[in-house]
T-cell receptor, first 110, second 112 residues
Protein backbone atom coordinates (compact mmCIF):
# COMPACT_ATOMS: atom_id res chain seq x y z
CA UNK A 1 0.00 0.00 0.00
CA UNK A 2 1.38 3.41 -0.96
CA UNK A 3 1.98 5.82 1.89
CA UNK A 4 -0.28 8.57 0.53
CA UNK A 5 -2.93 7.77 -2.05
CA UNK A 6 -5.06 10.12 -4.08
CA UNK A 7 -7.45 9.81 -6.98
CA UNK A 8 -5.39 11.16 -9.91
CA UNK A 9 -8.40 12.58 -11.71
CA UNK A 10 -8.64 14.60 -13.81
CA UNK A 11 -11.66 16.31 -12.36
CA UNK A 12 -13.30 18.47 -15.02
CA UNK A 13 -15.87 20.81 -13.49
CA UNK A 14 -17.73 23.96 -14.58
CA UNK A 15 -17.14 27.29 -12.92
CA UNK A 16 -19.15 27.60 -9.73
CA UNK A 17 -19.15 23.89 -8.99
CA UNK A 18 -18.22 22.32 -5.69
CA UNK A 19 -15.52 19.68 -5.91
CA UNK A 20 -14.06 17.36 -3.28
CA UNK A 21 -10.72 15.57 -3.22
CA UNK A 22 -9.90 12.66 -0.98
CA UNK A 23 -6.67 11.21 0.26
CA UNK A 24 -5.69 8.28 2.48
CA UNK A 25 -2.42 7.71 4.31
CA UNK A 26 -0.95 4.50 5.65
CA UNK A 27 1.18 5.57 8.63
CA UNK A 28 -0.99 6.08 11.68
CA UNK A 29 1.93 7.88 13.40
CA UNK A 30 1.89 10.70 10.85
CA UNK A 31 2.19 14.05 12.54
CA UNK A 32 1.03 16.80 10.22
CA UNK A 33 -1.13 17.06 7.16
CA UNK A 34 -1.27 19.52 4.28
CA UNK A 35 -2.68 20.30 0.89
CA UNK A 36 -0.27 21.78 -1.63
CA UNK A 37 -1.17 23.22 -5.00
CA UNK A 38 0.99 22.86 -8.10
CA UNK A 39 0.37 24.79 -11.28
CA UNK A 40 1.56 23.39 -14.59
CA UNK A 41 5.37 23.48 -14.83
CA UNK A 42 5.66 25.30 -11.51
CA UNK A 43 6.77 24.39 -8.02
CA UNK A 44 4.33 23.15 -5.34
CA UNK A 45 3.04 25.76 -2.93
CA UNK A 46 1.29 25.30 0.39
CA UNK A 47 -2.47 25.72 0.05
CA UNK A 48 -3.41 24.95 3.64
CA UNK A 49 -2.57 22.84 6.64
CA UNK A 50 -5.16 20.33 7.81
CA UNK A 51 -6.16 20.18 11.46
CA UNK A 52 -8.07 17.51 13.33
CA UNK A 53 -10.94 19.89 14.01
CA UNK A 54 -11.22 20.77 10.33
CA UNK A 55 -10.37 24.18 8.98
CA UNK A 56 -11.58 26.61 6.39
CA UNK A 57 -9.87 29.27 4.30
CA UNK A 58 -12.33 31.15 2.15
CA UNK A 59 -13.76 28.74 -0.39
CA UNK A 60 -11.49 25.90 0.76
CA UNK A 61 -12.31 23.48 3.58
CA UNK A 62 -9.98 20.73 4.78
CA UNK A 63 -10.92 17.82 7.00
CA UNK A 64 -8.86 15.16 8.75
CA UNK A 65 -10.12 11.86 10.11
CA UNK A 66 -7.27 10.25 12.06
CA UNK A 67 -9.25 7.12 12.88
CA UNK A 68 -9.85 6.41 9.19
CA UNK A 69 -6.50 7.94 8.09
CA UNK A 70 -8.37 10.08 5.61
CA UNK A 71 -7.93 13.69 4.49
CA UNK A 72 -10.25 15.72 2.31
CA UNK A 73 -10.30 19.06 0.53
CA UNK A 74 -13.51 20.77 -0.53
CA UNK A 75 -13.50 23.66 -2.98
CA UNK A 76 -16.71 25.64 -3.24
CA UNK A 77 -17.68 28.00 -6.08
CA UNK A 78 -14.79 26.86 -8.30
CA UNK A 79 -12.94 29.51 -10.28
CA UNK A 80 -10.97 29.12 -13.50
CA UNK A 81 -7.88 30.02 -11.47
CA UNK A 82 -8.40 26.94 -9.27
CA UNK A 83 -7.25 24.75 -12.18
CA UNK A 84 -4.12 23.01 -10.90
CA UNK A 85 -2.90 19.77 -9.39
CA UNK A 86 -3.66 19.34 -5.70
CA UNK A 87 -1.15 17.37 -3.66
CA UNK A 88 -2.03 15.62 -0.43
CA UNK A 89 0.99 15.72 1.88
CA UNK A 90 1.73 13.97 5.15
CA UNK A 91 4.61 14.58 7.52
CA UNK A 92 5.82 11.65 9.53
CA UNK A 93 8.51 9.09 10.03
CA UNK A 94 11.55 9.39 12.26
CA UNK A 95 12.83 12.55 10.57
CA UNK A 96 9.49 14.16 9.87
CA UNK A 97 9.99 14.25 6.11
CA UNK A 98 7.09 15.21 3.86
CA UNK A 99 5.49 12.41 1.87
CA UNK A 100 3.57 13.49 -1.18
CA UNK A 101 0.64 11.89 -2.91
CA UNK A 102 0.79 11.82 -6.69
CA UNK A 103 -1.74 14.62 -6.94
CA UNK A 104 -5.25 15.16 -8.25
CA UNK A 105 -5.61 17.29 -11.35
CA UNK A 106 -8.47 19.79 -11.42
CA UNK A 107 -9.62 21.57 -14.53
CA UNK A 108 -12.30 24.25 -14.12
CA UNK A 109 -14.07 25.12 -17.37
CA UNK A 110 -16.06 28.27 -18.22
CA UNK B 1 13.20 38.22 -0.22
CA UNK B 2 14.41 35.67 -2.79
CA UNK B 3 13.17 32.56 -0.95
CA UNK B 4 14.55 29.36 -2.49
CA UNK B 5 16.56 29.74 -5.66
CA UNK B 6 17.79 27.03 -8.01
CA UNK B 7 20.19 27.05 -10.92
CA UNK B 8 20.17 26.15 -13.71
CA UNK B 9 16.54 26.18 -14.82
CA UNK B 10 17.23 23.77 -17.68
CA UNK B 11 20.09 21.40 -18.38
CA UNK B 12 20.88 18.74 -20.98
CA UNK B 13 23.58 16.21 -20.18
CA UNK B 14 25.06 13.24 -21.95
CA UNK B 15 25.17 9.87 -20.24
CA UNK B 16 28.16 9.68 -17.93
CA UNK B 17 28.59 13.41 -17.41
CA UNK B 18 28.52 14.86 -13.93
CA UNK B 19 27.04 18.12 -12.75
CA UNK B 20 25.88 20.02 -9.71
CA UNK B 21 22.43 21.50 -9.25
CA UNK B 22 22.63 24.57 -7.06
CA UNK B 23 20.12 25.47 -4.35
CA UNK B 24 20.15 28.39 -1.94
CA UNK B 25 17.71 29.87 0.56
CA UNK B 26 17.83 33.15 2.41
CA UNK B 27 15.26 32.37 5.11
CA UNK B 28 17.70 30.83 7.61
CA UNK B 29 15.84 27.50 7.53
CA UNK B 30 17.65 24.56 9.06
CA UNK B 31 15.82 21.85 7.07
CA UNK B 32 16.45 21.55 3.34
CA UNK B 33 15.66 18.79 0.90
CA UNK B 34 15.83 17.67 -2.72
CA UNK B 35 13.00 15.98 -4.61
CA UNK B 36 12.60 14.66 -8.10
CA UNK B 37 9.25 14.69 -9.86
CA UNK B 38 8.44 12.28 -12.66
CA UNK B 39 5.14 11.81 -14.51
CA UNK B 40 2.92 9.38 -12.63
CA UNK B 41 5.38 9.11 -9.73
CA UNK B 42 4.79 12.27 -7.77
CA UNK B 43 7.49 13.96 -5.73
CA UNK B 44 10.13 11.63 -4.29
CA UNK B 45 12.68 12.61 -1.68
CA UNK B 46 16.31 12.22 -2.76
CA UNK B 47 18.33 13.64 0.15
CA UNK B 48 17.66 15.97 3.02
CA UNK B 49 19.53 17.95 5.65
CA UNK B 50 18.44 19.03 9.12
CA UNK B 51 21.24 21.56 9.45
CA UNK B 52 24.72 22.54 8.31
CA UNK B 53 27.04 19.55 8.29
CA UNK B 54 24.20 17.00 8.50
CA UNK B 55 22.75 15.15 5.52
CA UNK B 56 20.78 11.95 5.11
CA UNK B 57 19.28 9.81 2.39
CA UNK B 58 15.69 9.93 1.31
CA UNK B 59 13.66 7.50 -0.76
CA UNK B 60 15.73 7.58 -3.98
CA UNK B 61 19.34 8.58 -3.16
CA UNK B 62 21.27 6.36 -5.58
CA UNK B 63 23.34 8.30 -8.10
CA UNK B 64 23.20 11.55 -6.13
CA UNK B 65 25.38 13.19 -3.51
CA UNK B 66 24.73 16.22 -1.34
CA UNK B 67 26.64 18.38 1.09
CA UNK B 68 25.59 21.14 3.49
CA UNK B 69 28.54 23.31 4.41
CA UNK B 70 26.38 26.35 5.18
CA UNK B 71 22.79 26.92 6.26
CA UNK B 72 22.06 28.70 2.98
CA UNK B 73 23.34 26.25 0.36
CA UNK B 74 22.43 22.67 -0.42
CA UNK B 75 23.87 21.51 -3.77
CA UNK B 76 22.90 18.22 -5.40
CA UNK B 77 25.58 16.39 -7.39
CA UNK B 78 24.91 13.87 -10.13
CA UNK B 79 27.98 11.67 -10.21
CA UNK B 80 27.53 9.96 -13.58
CA UNK B 81 24.31 10.97 -15.29
CA UNK B 82 21.98 8.28 -16.61
CA UNK B 83 18.83 8.61 -18.76
CA UNK B 84 16.80 7.43 -15.73
CA UNK B 85 17.77 10.68 -14.01
CA UNK B 86 15.84 12.72 -16.57
CA UNK B 87 13.39 14.53 -14.34
CA UNK B 88 12.37 17.81 -12.75
CA UNK B 89 14.35 18.49 -9.58
CA UNK B 90 12.98 20.64 -6.78
CA UNK B 91 14.90 21.96 -3.82
CA UNK B 92 12.96 22.97 -0.72
CA UNK B 93 13.49 24.48 2.70
CA UNK B 94 11.18 24.29 5.67
CA UNK B 95 10.16 26.85 8.24
CA UNK B 96 10.04 24.83 11.45
CA UNK B 97 7.92 27.45 13.25
CA UNK B 98 5.05 27.25 10.74
CA UNK B 99 5.76 23.78 9.34
CA UNK B 100 5.64 25.30 5.85
CA UNK B 101 7.90 23.95 3.13
CA UNK B 102 9.00 26.35 0.39
CA UNK B 103 10.10 25.05 -2.98
CA UNK B 104 12.47 26.48 -5.53
CA UNK B 105 11.31 26.89 -9.14
CA UNK B 106 12.87 23.60 -10.23
CA UNK B 107 15.54 22.40 -12.63
CA UNK B 108 14.45 20.48 -15.71
CA UNK B 109 17.16 17.95 -16.49
CA UNK B 110 17.39 15.79 -19.60
CA UNK B 111 20.02 13.06 -19.86
CA UNK B 112 20.62 11.77 -23.37
Amino acid sequence: RKEVEQDPGPFNVPEGATVAFNCTYSNSASQSFFWYRQDCRKEPKLLMSVYSSGNEDGRFTAQLNRASQYISLLIRDSKLSDSATYLCVVRGGSQGNLIFGKGTKLSVKP
Amino acid sequence: NAGVTQTPKFQVLKTGQSMTLQCAQDMNHEYMSWYRQDPGMGLRLIHYSVGAGITDQGEVPNGYNVSRSTTEDFPLRLLSAAPSQTSVYFCASRDSSTDTQYFGPGTRLTVL
